[in-house]
């Protein structure tokens, strides 16, 4: 049968222009009901392919993350506090258990990485030592301590962490907790302590070790809040939270099923760990700790139980290659530290017959864990070093991203796969954190804004129709290409489309066929994150962006934990610099649960803050507690409505203090991604 492809123009949500090759199946030319065309054959041959590229008969993680199984429960669905669900398990239950059948919209290899991180319940990882996975995008590591427990990395949200917390003590029995460790800043591993506390009495509570690296505090509650409005917005791309759980939707995010988007909390450590070779016993369990800050996170440590022979990696190291760049924006981490850090714990902790870590199943065997670190640690110092020689050589992060690829020896094991960082963004991070985003070509200095430049583009090219036409022809031919032609062809439409969206917003067409080119894309996508990405910038093309953002109120009680100066930081980058031209002002906020104050000054467009002493004169004062200030920043109250309550107190004008507040920018979390 020759190659041919009939193309279908289906009425669907506009004009949804799907392909059916002979091979791809039988509901390809179909869209679902989220707008998501099928693959095209050249797709589906992309991801046959894929099957020849790495060791599937290799079982071995199958058998690892279901070792030591105490107990299931198939039915885990965990709702939120204030209605809907944050947590569902038998939503993925799509994807075979064995990761073996992956339709011809997953790339095969990822399709097996979100069936291992289906695997998910109360594991014993050895004597004394035991996981929850799958109860949230990380694990909780519990360690029997001489008295109770001690817990590893308390989750993301109230409502998950509270519901591994009670799965556990059904199966083990009731154990006072004695400790609680957070590996790392990120808070996937300490924003649902309070789901745990909420369990415990008070003699356990005020005997409570936190244990946390140095600068665990600034940096876990600082990291979201300046720029936090776009990294919850990108967020919602990269975990795919507008997606399906289908095989056209989101299937996990490589690292594990999705984060856990419930209720937020924190609390404060008791102990902090500053350097590596520190040793604690800890109701009785001698623990030894390596800092690794500045690598996967600014505060981070990892720790080895001698008496158990197990090393925990935190997420120094994990069954996926990780990010130097995270896609839903953040810092840019350095490569060659995260790779010297790892080569450190291979050494100090050679004996290690055990590894568990903070997402995925664990590894025994020494020679395993010695192997595994050796190709992890490899893995991102030949990132590293390639980019660094090439970028000497003058080559730009595109080309670098383009060429650079796993030497055979690297790209063996499934552990240093790209199920969340890739070689691609990964290498254009290693660029960023040496050059910036400059690649010193002239033309990059001033170019127009896309949609200016977008208009005169299709506007050379003889308008959006004919753009549209050449487009469809490709895009037509790249179903019967081979694999490799066909991908470089949609990533070459993706950029000629994206002009056309830039041009012209309203042009449905264009949309649509973008929207096509990007499911292509994303089924193809090795990475959970990048299949995310695309396809919901398809799904927004075709939908729209979100009528909400994320809320900040779900930060509420992170924020009631950060330092009040951070806040003031924050409300500095929301000052409309337009309405405050011309205008001065001196505003005092007292906190009269914390007894400070803070002189507020605006001039030149540009806000300060300065902590200062309560007499300091000022121009309007206002005297409010900390969390009801914090409930103003995060919308939860009105200005308004609280200058005229009892609740705060104020001098000088009240027109000055609402003038000044009006001044401030409220963020929606809901901005265009895929459209100007
Ligand atoms: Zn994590």
């Not at 709702?79 to 992956?102: K, R, S």
């Amino acid at each position: 049968m020759p190659s041919a492809v009939k193309i279908l123009l289906v009425p669907l949500l506009g004009i949804a222009l799907a392909l059916t090759g002979c091979d791809s199946g039988p509901d390809s030319s179909v869209a679902n009901s989220a707008g998501h065309t099928g693959p095209t054959a050249s797709t589906g041959q992309a991801n046959r392919q894929v099957l020849d590229q790495r060791p599937f008969d290799n079982r071995d993680d199958f058998e690892n993350a279901r070792r030591g199984l105490i107990a299931q429960d198939p039915e885990l669905v965990i709702d939120h506090l204030d209605g809907g669900q944050v947590w569902n398990m038998p939503a993925y239950d799509f994807i075979d258990e064995n990761g073996e059948n992956a339709p011809a919209s997953v790339n095969p290899s990822l399709w097996r990485q979100a069936a291992l991180n289906n695997i998910h319940g109360l594991f014993q990882v050895t004597d004394g030592l035991y996981q929850i996975r799958g109860y949230d995008l990380a694990n909780m590591s519990i360690i029997e301590s001489d008295t109770g427990w001690i817990l590893v990395d308390p989750l993301t949200a109230r409502e998950t962490a509270s519901k591994a917390f009670l799965f556990a003590r059904e199966h083990l029995g009731e154990k006072p907790v004695r400790a609680i460790l957070y590996t790392h800043s990120h808070i996937d591993h300490f924003g649902g302590v309070q789901g745990i506390l909420q369990h415990l009495s008070d003699e356990e509570k005020a005997n409570l070790r936190i244990i946390a690296p140095a600068g665990f505090e600034e940096e876990a509650t600082s990291e979201n809040i300046i720029a936090g409005p776009a990294m919850t917005r990108r967020a919602m791309f990269m975990y795919g939270k507008r997606l399906e759980r289908d095989e056209r939707g989101h299937v996990g995010t490589g690292l594990g099923k999705g984060p856990g988007f419930g209720t937020f909390g924190f609390a404060p450590a008791t102990d902090l760990i500053s350097e590596t070779g520190t040793e604690l016993t800890v109701d009785g369990v001698p623990m030894i700790f390596q800092i690794v800050s500045g690598s996967e996170a600014p505060a981070e440590f990892t720790f080895y139980l001698p008496e158990q022979k197990a090393f925990c990696g935190a997420e120094l190291v994990s069954r996926n290659m990780h990010n130097i760049y995270t896609l839903r924006g953040a810092k840019v981490r350095d490569a060659r530290l995260w790779s010297s850090f790892i080569d450190e714990a291979k050494t100090l902790f050679a004996d290690a017959d055990i590894y568990f870590g903070s997402h995925h199943w664990p590894l025994w065997g020494q020679e395993n864990i010695q192997d595994f670190l050796a190709v992890q640690r490899d893995t991102y110092k030949f990132i590293h070093d390639q980019t660094v020689r090439l970028m000497n050589q003058g080559a730009t992060p595109r080309e670098i991203a383009d060429q650079l690829k796993l030497p055979p020896e690297l790209n063996r094991a499934f552990h240093n796969q790209g199920y969340y960082g890739t070689v691609s963004h990964n290498a254009k991070a290693v660029y960023q954190h040496y050059l910036g985003w400059f690649t010193a070509n002239p033309a990059q200095l001033d170019p127009l804004p896309e949609s200016d430049s977008a208009q005169r583009y299709v506007q050379m090219m003889g308008g959006a129709e004919k753009v549209l036409e050449s487009a469809r022809e490709d895009f037509e031919a790249a179903s019967a290409m081979g694999a490799s032609e066909g991908r470089d062809t949609y990533r070459w439409l993706a950029e000629l489309l994206n002009q056309v969206v830039f041009a012209e917003p309203g042009n449905d067409d264009a949309k649509q066929l973008l929207a096509n080119v990007y499911d292509q894309l994303g089924y193809q996508a090795e990475s959970a994150p990048w299949r995310d990405f695309y396809l919901t910038g398809a799904y927004e093309l075709r939908h729209g962006s979100p009528k909400e953002g994320i809320k900040p109120a779900m930060m509420r009680e992170v924020l009631l934990n950060t330092p009040v100066s951070l806040f003031f930081d924050s409300m500095a980058v929301r000052l409309k610099a337009e309405d405050a031209e011309g205008e001065s002002a001196v505003i005092k906020i007292t906190f009269t649960d914390l007894k400070e104050s803070y002189l507020l000054t605006l001039k030149h467009s540009v806000l300060h803050n300065r902590l200062v002493n309560e007499d300091t004169p000022a121009d309007a004062t206002l005297n409010l507690t900390r969390s009801l200030f914090v409930d103003l920043l995060i919308g939860r109250a009105g200005l308004k409505e609280l200058l005229f309550s009892d609740e705060i107190s104020f001098e000088g004008s009240r027109l000055d203090l609402i003038g000044f507040f009006s001044m401030l920018d409220k963020p929606q979390g809901r901005f265009n991604i895929v459209t100007p």
